[in-house]
Each structure stands twice: as structure tokens, then as C-alpha cells.
């Protein structure tokens, strides 16, 4: 993988037909990291919110930190968040059967967001190697 890339051997027409497709992924990559980033932004509002909210002495044992919704005995039961401890109701709660525990919708959209940004892997290919994918392919055609 730390080997230079060589595309001397190359036609013209095949080194322009490899540029259309890398603007491809260039443009496929900004239309994800777009994406991506509007749940970043979601999730930062809603621990910023909760966080609020959790400043309110007792605030969590008597509402939903997500909803605010109050909780009841049986209707609404509150149930603690594996991941970020706090309180929650049963509609803003989903049961995980692997880790036998209750998640709350934000702690599952941030689960959902670092296992669709491949945040971890491209994190390790960094320290690993200077440039990767698409960019070592750029560079190596912008050099012929």
C-alpha cells in the first residue's frame, strides 16, 4: 500500500477517463460528508439541549430528557440510556438485544453516525499512510 502508484502506462484517453471517475467520487464524497455533517449538527443541538436541561435539579427523574414528556408508573416508564445515562421515555427508547440494554434515539443516530462515516477507519488509514484512494490517484495523474 506504501508503494508509489505508477500510471505512465497510461493513454491519454484512459488517464481522462480515470479523472472523470475520481471528480465522481470527489463529488459522491462531498454530497456524503453534507450529509453527515447535518447530523453531526443535529446531535450537537440535542446535547447541548440536553444538557440544559439536565442542569434542572430533577429534571430527568420526573420528564424524558429527549421529549420532555413526563413519566408515568405504567404508561411511561422511564428507562436509563446505556450510552449517555440519561432518562428516557418509551418513544424516544429503542431495546438493544447485543448489548441487553436500552438506547435513546440520540444515542443512536451518534451510534448510526460514526458506523456511516467510517470515521474510525479513515482515522487509522491516516496515521498509516499520507495519501490514499482517490488522492494518491490524483496526484499520480496531475504528475504524467
Known amino acids: 500500500?506504501?508503494?508509489?502508484?505508477d500510471l505512465s502506462g497510461l493513454s491519454d484517453h484512459e488517464a481522462e477517463h480515470v479523472l472523470q471517475v475520481v471528480q465522481r467520487d470527489m463529488k459522491l464524497r462531498k454530497k456524503e460528508e453534507?450529509?453527515?455533517?447535518?447530523?453531526?449538527?443535529?446531535?450537537?443541538?440535542?446535547g447541548s439541549r440536553c444538557l440544559l436541561l439536565s442542569?434542572?435539579?430533577?429534571?430527568?427523574?420526573?420528564c424524558c430528557i429527549r421529549c420532555c414528556s413526563p413519566f408515568t408508573f405504567l404508561l411511561n416508564p422511564k428507562r436509563q440510556c446505556r450510552d449517555c445515562r440519561y432518562n428516557v421515555c418509551k418513544a424516544c427508547r429503542a431495546y438493544s438485544k447485543r448489548e441487553r440494554g436500552w438506547l435513546c434515539s440520540a444515542c443512536q443516530k451518534s451510534r448510526l453516525l460514526k458506523t456511516q462515516s467510517l470515521e474510525w477507519f479513515y482515522n487509522n488509514v491516516r496515521k498509516r499512510f499520507r495519501r490514499f484512494g482517490s488522492a494518491k490517484v490524483l496526484k499520480?495523474?496531475?504528475?504524467?
Open 1 to 5: 500500500m506504501g508503494r508509489k502508484l
Open 34 to 46: 453534507e450529509r453527515l455533517s447535518e447530523l453531526r449538527q443535529e446531535l450537537d443541538e440535542e
Open 55 to 62: 442542569r434542572q435539579r430533577c429534571f430527568n427523574q420526573r
Open 140 to 144: 499520480t495523474l496531475y504528475r504524467k
